[in-house]
């Protein structure tokens, strides 16, 4: 992990040639710093960026981190699919608020209760707009604990993080995050089945790791 003023000379160098699984972190950023960089970087979706009162960091992600993020899009809408319930996904969007000086990008995240109230937008307000009702962070080559301060400033009620052995679940509870047992939104929702799921995949292909996800979802709700 790398750390640096705003006012180096070489930032925007070290961002663009910033290699995947690391982090640059810089301090002492004003809001309007941050919402320039958001738009410096815009064309590179796939770095994660946070801001935590003014302090930044900027992530790039490994490919494996992607492909794991994808894969649990993918075991999400399956099971909404299954359960008939309504779930729609908004990737890594920014979640943003000014007046609380945060801000993040998730892995993925979901909108389930508050689905109703987003649809057809592709950019949040969160000063107005209610935040995503899921999100997911992959801790594959950095941790996002530190991250879940951001989240419940942002007023998100759940987070589900997978570090590479363990798919676990936390729940907002007084403005802090607390292990579940499962989610709230996608009640039945196995984390052993979803790491077994994603485990399977150094060994099948993902349409066959897919369908037997599928196949242990539709056996379960037969009992």
């Given at each position: 992990m790398a750390c640096m003023s705003f006012r180096s000379a070489d930032f925007r160098e070290s961002i663009e040639h910033l290699p995947a699984g690391a982090t640059l972190v810089i301090?002492?950023?004003?809001?309007?710093?941050?919402?320039?960089?958001?738009?410096?970087?815009?064309?590179?979706?796939?770095?994660?960026?946070?801001?935590?009162?003014?302090?930044?960091?900027?992530?790039?992600?490994?490919?494996?981190?992607e492909m794991i993020a994808r894969l649990i899009?993918?075991?999400?809408?399956?099971?909404?699919?299954?359960?008939?319930?309504?779930?729609?996904?908004?990737?890594?969007?920014?979640?943003?608020?000014?007046?609380?000086?945060?801000?993040?990008?998730p892995d993925a995240c979901y909108y389930v209760e508050n689905a109703a109230l987003v649809i057809g937008k592709r950019q949040f307000d969160l000063e107005f707009d209610p935040p995503p009702d899921i999100v997911v962070?992959?801790?594959?080559?950095s941790e996002s604990l530190s991250r879940f301060s951001i989240y419940a400033a942002l007023g998100v009620p759940?987070?589900?993080?997978?570090?590479?052995?363990?798919?676990?679940?936390?729940?907002?509870?007084e403005n802090k995050f607390t292990e579940s047992a499962g989610s709230r939104f996608l009640p039945g929702l196995s984390g052993l089945l979803m790491c077994e799921t994603i485990e399977s995949t150094k060994s099948l292909r993902q349409t066959a790791a897919l369908k037997v996800f599928r196949n242990r979802i539709r056996a379960s709700q037969s009992k």
């Open positions: 301090h002492g950023l004003h809001w309007d710093d941050y919402e320039e960089i958001l738009g410096d970087i815009s064309h590179r979706p796939r770095l994660r960026v946070s801001y935590d009162c003014g302090k930044l960091e900027v992530m790039s992600p490994p490919q494996e981190h899009d993918a075991m999400v809408r399956i099971y909404a699919e299954e359960l008939d319930l309504n779930v729609d996904s908004y990737g890594s969007t920014t979640c943003k608020r000014e007046s609380v000086g945060k801000g993040v990008e962070e992959i801790d594959i080559t759940e987070i589900w993080r997978y570090d590479g052995s363990t798919f676990q679940f936390y729940e907002l509870k």
